[in-house]
């Protein structure tokens, strides 16, 4: 049968492509190991020539070769021309200091240690001997109270921003670096994230709003009234830089880079059961868990709260803020006045709140039987004066 003419010169002429193609210095390709000869490695780059790079980039902690043939690798192109190619996973510390300038000119991520804080931000070491600097700004994506403590010690990728003065002048940025990397894992993500969603991840920050947690290459945001179902008012107590984490999503804003996350939505809801136990009209010892000025929030049970309105807590007289008479952490007695489950709305009283209506009653019953008494005490007064010019009368006429 004759070969199909169409696809026969889309073959050649795609393998023509590629026999001859050349690649560009800083560009990134996946290369097949083919070849290991003592400190080289050959590839297969899918060009004409093999490619070569040094195998050292490879030997793991335990000093051996953690690659063979056959392997698939991503690699960086360093030079490009008639006598070869020369190839780089990435420029690492122990890296031969020649290969920096083209390392600057192909956009080549290299490896080194953030040695020292220094006047502006960090002085850092590459190639084993090679100084160069990173300010604050381009250290991380993230911001950081504590710098120094953060990044000293580590060990990082970096492009190089400037090579001047025969490579004695260095100014790297690990920013520009983790934005374009994290550009590649935000596309990643638009395509399989979706709200509803469970996901993995690690805390990467704590702010006084909420947690940033790193859910593969991209921060998204836990805001305080997701972290859980009762009010969490020191998140560094309960959480650590590292911790893994499950969270839900809960908004995408691919425009604005805005991943809203909730961990309270993965944890049982406490209400359904608590509620269940109470009722109106019945009596709870609660723990006063904060004040606004419109009342005092009692915790019932655990993510389970009531308000006692600041207009319950005078005992009769007026207060302008509940601090007046409770404090946070304080025990009290309250009574359920109403429930309304739709709204998770809790309304409180004192256990021996009396309103203004019965005090006012109370008063009038009290002002009552005070008059009544103090009538009837005024008749047996009169009575017995009455009584006493009677008898003196009386006594008169005796012969």
């Known amino acids: 049968m004759a070969p199909d003419n169409d696809s026969f010169e889309a073959l050649f002429n795609a393998s023509q492509e590629t026999s001859f193609s050349t690649l560009s210095p800083g560009q990134k390709v996946t290369a097949t190991v083919v070849g290991i000869d003592g400190e080289t490695l050959f590839l297969d780059v899918g060009t004409k020539s093999e490619g070569i790079m040094e195998a050292s980039e490879f030997i793991d902690e335990n000093g051996c070769l953690s690659v063979t043939v056959g392997d698939r690798i991503e690699v960086y192109c360093l030079k490009s021309g008639p006598s070869g190619q020369v190839f780089t996973s990435r420029l690492g510390a122990g890296s031969g200091g020649a290969h920096l300038e083209e390392a600057w000119h192909g956009g080549i991520p290299v490896h080194g240690l953030v040695k020292a804080e220094i006047k502006g931000g960090f002085e850092v070491t590459l190639s084993s001997s090679v100084r160069a600097f990173c300010p604050y700004s381009q250290i991380s994506l993230r911001r950081t109270e504590n710098p120094a403590e953060e990044f000293v010690g580590l060990q990082l990728d970096f492009l190089i921003t400037r090579f001047e003065a025969g490579g004695r002048n ?6 520009a670096l983790q934005e374009e990397q994290r550009r590649q894992k935000k596309e990643e993500l638009r395509q399989t994230l979706s709200e509803g969603q469970q996901v993995e991840g690690t ?101 389970v709260d009531g308000l006692l309105h600041v207009s319950k807590l ?40 009396q309103s203004p209506e019965a005090v006012a009653e109370e008063e009038k019953r009290q002002l009552q039987s005070f008059r009544a008494t103090h009538r009837q005490t005024k008749e047996n007064q009169s009575m017995g004066s009455f009584g006493a010019l009677l008898k003196k009368q009386l006594d008169r006429k005796k012969p």
Do not use: C, M
């Not at 260095?170 to 920013?175: F, G």
């Open 170 to 175: 260095i100014v790297v940025s690990a920013r």
């Open 203 to 303: 805390v990467s920050s704590i702010r006084p709003f909420g947690l940033f947690v790193d859910i593969g290459g991209i921060d998204g945001l836990v805001p305080l009234a997701e972290i859980g179902w009762s009010r969490v008012e020191n998140l560094a107590e309960l959480f650590r830089i590292g911790q893994p984490i499950t969270t839900i999503v809960k908004g995408l804003d691919w425009d604005n880079d805005r991943i809203s996350l909730s961990i309270k939505e993965t944890l049982p809801d406490p209400w359904h059961e608590a509620v269940a136990d109470l009722a109106t009209g019945s009596n709870h010892t609660g723990t006063v868990s904060r004040l606004a000025p419109f009342g005092a929030f009692i915790t019932l049970a655990p993510g």
């Open 314 to 353: 005078g005992q009769g007289r007026k207060i302008n803020h509940p601090r007046e008479v409770v404090e946070t952490g304080q025990q009290i007695e309250v009574v359920i006045e109403s429930i309304d489950p739709e709204s998770r709305r809790i309304s409180l009283a004192p256990a021996d709140y």
